[in-house]
């Protein structure tokens, strides 16, 4: 039987053939299919009888795609808990991923479970590329092995690397290292706007991935506009001439319902 | 290609359809900018409501199913949104839903006294009052709602027909005489089902959804037809419009403007914009108007 192609459309039902914990509450789920896809873009993760959720793609492999998923919420802790041969239905990909400058200097800035949409970009660039990560603590830190190039840690709590925040490393980076071409981010969103500003302080173009509430995957229902921008049809990655503009980064977002509220209470309800 | 619709000019004759977008001032400024002539704020209801779990819009190949489930703030929570429309340099439909006829005259009132350009009632929710019979599919009830409305506000008023009316152009003349300053047809047609047949499950979380986009193009088509055969107001013709022909279609069926939702799917926010210099080529290469054009293809033995 000829294998069908994951699509934009209807979900491709796949079973899981690998549920691999990558820390306490990080799971990867594994499927053995084909996906074109380019680091940035993001896929339709339908739980059936649950709910259906915009995930990015963690791994990518000519047969296999790995999704990885943080326990926060309801859905979340459903689908960390799903075993090899479960179904799950993937339609996408979305988005329209990262803008990827191969011969420059480049710095990563990956903020928690941020790292998952960064790593298959991280596995593209060259190695002298500065790989920034941060988590909560030691144990949140995100595929510690995964990666040829040399990583600089912290941490919010000092169990590893710097105690601090990424901005301080980049801002290091940038003041001991000499400027940088091109900063790719992923985190909590107060996180990429700092890392914007500091990009925006010192002339650095940046890239960062946004998320909001999403339901139709390709920019007609508008559950996900930020600014004059949709989320999951222009972005969720974001360049520096588009942050410029878009006066709900790191301020606004839409419930469910459509009502606009502060980021703070967006991100509470996320996260239920 | 300006227009006159009612009180208000146009830029052209499109419009964004309700529940497309539509859910900020920046992204309808954006997609007026972006060539759209009138666009259409997301319905808006009597209590808050979040609509329904995902999957709730499925592209299908020939258009979209969807039940998304009318999420609103609900009207009284919306004076952000509100503000920021008062300074607005487009027009905008505000579309408004209800489950009574007093929800809906409720909603009206206090969203006309926001002044947006028209209010668009979608009389295809279920009436309460009537055991989930929906609004529009029935003369009394479509009466009903339409008159209560058309009381309690100050602009004018735009009545969206579901095609599951058995005979819509007798819904449409009711609504005509009952206050109805333009019709807007159609809705969304259905339901229908999509089932994965891996998981045994219907695809959408609600498991009916209303389909769109070019499969559902010759009813809406048909719709229009009767209805500007039955009324003397204006109609938005919308249903499956991707391309300047499909709009020129519309307009031969008897549409003033044409509703555009399902084809920013297939050729984004500048759809608008292609539309209307579609329209106008083929026009002009006939030396026609739209004003030529409209309702011609009621006109027998020429």
Redesign the interface.
């Known amino acids: 039987m000829m294998t069908k192609p994951v699509m934009d459309q209807k979900p491709l039902m796949l079973r899981v053939t690998e549920n691999k914990r990558e820390a306490p509450d990080y799971a990867t789920l594994f499927f053995d299919h084909s996906l074109a896809f380019r680091p940035g873009q993001f896929v339709m993760v339908w739980i059936p009888g649950l709910d259906e959720k915009p995930y990015t793609i963690s791994h990518h492999g000519p047969h296999r795609f790995g999704i990885t998923i943080e326990a926060k919420g309801v859905f979340s802790r459903k689908a960390i808990a799903l075993t090899k041969g479960d179904l799950v239905g993937i339609r996408g990909p979305f988005g329209n991923g990262f803008d990827i400058q191969f011969s420059q200097r480049s710095a990563v800035v990956a903020g928690g479970c941020g790292m998952a949409p960064l790593a298959t970009l991280v596995e593209q660039l060259p190695g002298d590329t500065t790989l920034i990560h941060g988590a909560r603590s030691k144990d949140a830190i995100l595929f510690p092995d995964r990666f040829a190039l040399a990583r600089e840690i912290c941490t919010d709590d000092g169990s590893l690397g710097h105690k601090g925040l990424v901005t301080d490393l980049l801002e290091r980076r940038i003041t001991d290292g000499g400027s940088l071409d091109m900063v790719y981010a992923c985190g909590p969103e107060i996180m990429m706007y700092k890392v914007f500003q500091l990009c925006e302080t010192h002339g650095i173009p940046c890239q960062v991935s946004l998320e909001r509430y999403m339901r139709c995957g390709f920019g007609v229902c508008g559950a996900c506009v930020c600014g004059k921008q949709v989320v999951c049809k222009d972005g969720p990655v974001f360049g520096s001439e588009a942050l410029r503009e878009m006066k709900d980064f790191n301020k606004k977002a839409l419930l469910k319902s459509g009502r606009e509220v502060d980021l703070s209470l967006y991100f509470s309800w996320r996260c239920r | 290609m300006g227009i006159r619709f009612l009180h208000r000019t146009l830029k052209n004759p499109t419009v964004l359809a309700s529940?497309?977008?539509?859910?900020?001032k920046?992204?309808l400024?954006?997609v007026h900018e972006a060539g759209c002539g009138l666009v259409t704020l997301?319905s808006i209801g009597p209590e808050?409501?979040?609509?329904h779990?995902?999957?709730?819009?499925?592209?299908?190949?020939c258009g979209?199913i969807?039940a998304?489930g009318l999420?609103?703030?609900?009207y009284l929570?919306?004076e952000?949104?509100w503000a920021e429309l008062e300074h607005r340099d487009f027009p905008i439909i505000a579309s408004i839903y209800g489950g009574s006829v007093d929800e809906y005259r409720r909603v009206a009132e206090y969203v006309s006294s926001k002044k947006p350009d028209f209010i668009e009632i979608n009389i295809s929710c279920p009436n309460s009052e009537q055991h989930g019979m929906i609004f529009g599919i029935n003369r009394d009830s479509s009466r009903a709602v339409v008159s209560a409305v058309k009381k309690a506000i100050s602009v004018p008023l735009i009545v969206k027909l579901t095609p599951q009316a058995p005979d819509i152009a007798d819904i449409a003349r009711t609504c005509e005489d009952a206050g109805a300053d333009a019709i807007c047809a159609i809705n969304t047609v259905g339901p229908g089902m999509?089932i994965?047949i891996?998981?045994k499950?219907p695809?959408l979380?609600f498991k009916k959804g209303g389909l769109s986009g070019p499969m559902i193009k010759p009813i809406a088509v048909r719709c229009v037809f009767d209805i500007y055969k039955a009324v003397s107001i204006p109609v938005i013709g919308l249903g499956g419009i991707t391309t300047g022909e499909d709009a020129i279609e519309m307009v031969m069926a008897g549409a003033e403007l044409v509703g555009i939702?399902?084809a920013?799917?297939y050729r984004?926010?500048e759809v608008f914009q292609k539309i209307a210099d579609e329209m106008e080529a083929w026009l002009s290469q006939r030396n026609l108007t739209l004003a030529d054009i409209k309702g011609a293809a009621h006109k027998e033995g020429e």
């Open positions: 529940g497309i977008l539509g859910n900020s920046d992204i400024e954006r997301k808050p409501r979040d609509g779990n995902n999957p709730t819009v499925i592209d299908l190949g979209l969807n998304v999420p609103s703030p609900g929570n919306m952000n949104e999509v994965d891996e998981s499950r695809v979380a939702g399902t920013v799917r984004g926010i």
